[in-house]
C-alpha cells in the first residue's frame, strides 16, 4: 500500500509532485486518468490521495464521489486550476478534506500533506481515549462515539471533517473558536496557512443543521474573531467583536 497515489494527468505536475513527496519519506504512486486512480484505490487503498479535477476518462469530482459512496474514508486533498469558491464548496461538499489551486507553491502543499497525516494520527489517538456523551443543542443531538448527527431525530450526513468541525465548536460551547484554532485542531494546520476551508465547511454545516441557514442561530460568526456554537438563545447574524 502507498502512503500517496496522486491523480494527475500533467506528467511533469505529477512526477515533480512524487519526486519531492519521496525526499519527505513518503511512498507514492501515479495514476494518469480518474479511471485509472479509482481502480487503484479500490485495489490497493492509499493513506492519502491527491486529486486532480480536469482528468481524461473521469473527472476528479466523480472520483471522489465514488470513493466515498463506497466507503472510503482517506483523506483527498484536491489539486486544481479550477480556483472558483463555487468550486471549491462543491469539492467540500462531495467530500475533499482539503483544496489547493493552481499554481502552487510546494511548500505549502507539503505541509498540507503532513496536515492531513498528522490529523489522521491524533484522530487514531482519540479513538483510543475515554467515551464522549453526546451532546444536544436545539432540535441536533450529537453522538460523538459513533460520530453520528441527528435533527429531530433524523440522522444528518456529514462528511467527516464537517463533524470534526462540529465536534471542535461543540467542545467549546458558547465560547468563540478562532479561525486559526480551528484550523489546527481540526486540519492540524500551521498558523502560517492562509485558507477559506473553515468558511467553507461552516457554510456546509448551516445549510444542513439550521432551520434558517442565512440568520443561523446556532453556529454563529463572531465578526473578526471566529465562530460559535450557541446551546441556545434566538436567531442571530453575526456578532459585533
Request: aromatic share 4%.
Amino acid at each position: 500500500m502507498s502512503d500517496i497515489l496522486i491523480i494527475e494527468d500533467n506528467d511533469d505536475i505529477a512526477r515533480g509532485l512524487r519526486d519531492n513527496l519521496e525526499v519527505e519519506g513518503y511512498q507514492v504512486d501515479i495514476a494518469s486518468d480518474g479511471e485509472q486512480g479509482l481502480a487503484r484505490i479500490r485495489g490497493k487503498p492509499p493513506r492519502l490521495v491527491i486529486l486532480d479535477l480536469m482528468l481524461p476518462r473521469l473527472d476528479g469530482m466523480q472520483v471522489l464521489r465514488r470513493l466515498r459512496d463506497d466507503g472510503f474514508e482517506m483523506p483527498v486533498l484536491i489539486l486544481s486550476a479550477r480556483a472558483g469558491e463555487a468550486e471549491k464548496v462543491r469539492g467540500f461538499r462531495v467530500g475533499a478534506d482539503d483544496y489547493v489551486t493552481k499554481p502552487f507553491g510546494l511548500r505549502e502543499l507539503l505541509a498540507r500533506v503532513d496536515a492531513l497525516f498528522r490529523r489522521r494520527r491524533r484522530l487514531s489517538d482519540d479513538a483510543e481515549q475515554q467515551p464522549v456523551p453526546p451532546m444536544r443543542f436545539g432540535d441536533v443531538e450529537i453522538h460523538f462515539e459513533s460520530r453520528t448527527v441527528l435533527k429531530r431525530g433524523a440522522a444528518v450526513t456529514l462528511r467527516p471533517r464537517e463533524f470534526d468541525l462540529l465536534a471542535a465548536l461543540a467542545r467549546h460551547p458558547n465560547v468563540v473558536v478562532p479561525r486559526r484554532s480551528l484550523l489546527g485542531e481540526v486540519w492540524a494546520y500551521d498558523e502560517g496557512v492562509q485558507t477559506r476551508t473553515v468558511d467553507s465547511h461552516v457554510v456546509e454545516l448551516r445549510r444542513k443543521l439550521e432551520d434558517d441557514p442565512a440568520n443561523p442561530r446556532h453556529i454563529v460568526t463572531v465578526r473578526k474573531a471566529g465562530y460559535m456554537l450557541k446551546t441556545s438563545g434566538e436567531p442571530n447574524g453575526p456578532l459585533s467583536s
